[in-house]
Each structure stands twice: as C-alpha cells, then as structure tokens.
C-alpha cells in the first residue's frame, strides 16, 4: 500500500487504479469565524477526520522540533508559516488517520499554501467550505475564547485579520472562480450554522450515493449483456450446427 501522496497521485496521472479515492474538503474563513466548532460537528454525521492546519503547527511548536521558535514566532505575529512545514504536517497526519476523507481546517492559508498542496499531492478539493462572518463578531469569539492561545489577544487577531483580508480571501476568490465555495452564514448561532453546514454535506453523500448507484446499474447491465450475448452465440453455433447435420450424408 502506497502512501496518500502516491494514493493522489496515480488518481491524477491515472497510470494506475488509486490505492483508494481521497475526499478533501478545505474549511476556510476568519479568524474566530467558527471553523474548529463546526467540523467538530461535522467529525461526528458525516465520519470525517478533521485536521487543523493551526493545531498541528502549534503542537509541532511544543514537540520540541527544530521549527519550534520559528513557528512561535509566526503564529504570534499571525504570519503563515512556510507551506512545505505545514504540508508536511498535513500528509503526516492524513496517513495516520487510517481514513479516507478530510476536513482540512485554516489551509490552504495563502497562494503558496494552496500551489504547494496541489503540486505535491495532485489532491483537489471536493469544495470548500467557507464561513463568512463580520470582523467584529470574529473580534469578540476570539477574545471570549479561553483557550489560552498565545494570538488570542487584541494585537495577534489586529495582525491575523490584516493576512486573512490580503492572502487568504484570495484564495476564497480564487476556488469561487471555479465554482468550488460553499458560502455559510457563520455569524449566526452555532445550531443555526450546523443546519446550513449540514445541507452541504448531505448533498455530497447523495451525489456520491448517485454515482454508485449509477455505476452499480451499469455493471449490471454490462453482465446481463454479456450472458445475452454469450447464449445468442450459443444457440447461432447450435443452429449452425443442427442444419449442417442435415446436409450430412
Ligand atoms: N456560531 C457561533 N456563535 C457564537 N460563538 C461561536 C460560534 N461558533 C464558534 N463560536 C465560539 O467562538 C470561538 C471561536 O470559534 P472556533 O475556535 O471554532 O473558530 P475558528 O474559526 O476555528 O478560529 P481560529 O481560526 O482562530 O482557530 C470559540 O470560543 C467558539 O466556542
Ligand atoms: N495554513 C496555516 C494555518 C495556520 N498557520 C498559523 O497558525 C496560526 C493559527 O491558525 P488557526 O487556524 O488555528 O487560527 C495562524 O495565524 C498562522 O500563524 C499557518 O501559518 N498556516
């Protein structure tokens, strides 16, 4: 069995049958908006595995890892840290999950981020899931969350807001060009929200369910085909031989 890279990769050059299809679902938004709170919930209907891009940094930040300071120092300035880090990161914990689809939390954070990604693993998203919330409202979850995050304070969320509004909405507008986003309210009250992130998700399941049953119907037809064929070649050959035995001398 290959790796999830080599997973997504023979599915894009298509030189081989894919160890397994992957299912990447970016979710991104700003700072506060509510991304972590959400895929909590999605973790638990929809059998995702949620993989945040901040968390993983923050705990390669306490391992004691080589990047310890530079990531440090990075997240307080609310600075994105460079892609092959975090990507590495990712894959990591991908190949760990055992599982097969992701919600990838806060990243793709810039144009790096998202070139990166897409060169190293071929993967493109199933969508991506956006929520949109008001700076303000951003302002106040972030200040109020008590989680002791060393950028929860007025001067980290002043930088973070600055980066989200200048390399991450880019890259917003830029899956929105290929009809990728799907847009929530996220300013709402978190049961509100769920509804609308439900929706989403549960027509992915149905348009998945579609393309089995699709595929399934197909193969049944290709068989039932196969043996009409097979049993018209038989009685032909019968024929054929009947008549040729009543030429026989
Ligand atoms: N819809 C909501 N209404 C009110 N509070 C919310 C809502 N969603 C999340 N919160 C609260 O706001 C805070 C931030 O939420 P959360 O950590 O999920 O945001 P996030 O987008 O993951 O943030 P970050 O990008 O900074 O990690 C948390 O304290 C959470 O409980
Ligand atoms: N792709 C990313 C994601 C995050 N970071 C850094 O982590 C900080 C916290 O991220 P959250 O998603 O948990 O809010 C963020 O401000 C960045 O400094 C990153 O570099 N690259």
Do not use: W
């Not at 299912?23 to 972590?36: D, E, M, N, Q």
């Not at 595995?49 to 901040?54: E, I, M």
């Not at 304070?153 to 890259?171: C, D, M």
Request: proline share 4%; charged share 25%; net charge negative.
């Amino acid at each position: 069995m290959g790796t999830i890279v080599d997973a997504a990769n023979k599915e894009v050059n298509g030189s081989s049958p894919p160890d397994k299809k992957l299912t990447v679902v970016f979710v991104l938004g700003g700072p506060g908006s509510g991304k972590g709170t959400q895929c909590a919930n999605i973790v638990q209907h929809f059998g995702y595995t949620h993989l945040s891009a901040g968390d993983l940094l923050r705990a390669e930040q306490n391992s004691g890892s080589d990047n310890g300071e530079m990531i440090k120092t990075m997240i307080k300035d609310g600075q994105i840290v460079p892609s092959e880090v975090t990507i590495k990161l990712l894959l990591r914990a991908m190949e760990e999950s055992g599982n097969d689809k992701f919600l990838i939390d806060g990243f793709p954070r810039n144009e790096e981020n998202r070139a990166a990604f897409e060169s190293v693993t071929g993967i493109e998203p199933e969508f991506v899931l956006f929520f949109d919330c008001p700076e303000e409202e951003m302002e106040k979850r972030v200040l109020n969350r008590n989680q002791g995050r060393a950028d929860d304070n007025i001067e980290s969320i002043r930088k973070r807001f600055k980066v989200y509004t200048q390399s991450s909405l880019p890259v917003i507008e830029y899956y929105d060009s290929k009809g990728k986003v799907r847009k929530i309210d996220a300013s709402k009250p978190v049961e509100e929200v769920f509804v609308a992130v439900k929706e989403v998700f549960t027509s992915l399941d149905e348009k998945v369910k579609q393309h089995r049953d699709v595929f399934g119907r197909c193969c049944c037809l290709k068989t039932l085909l196969i043996i009409a064929l097979d049993s018209s070649v038989g009685i032909i050959c019968s024929s054929f031989t009947f008549v040729d035995s009543l030429f026989q001398p």
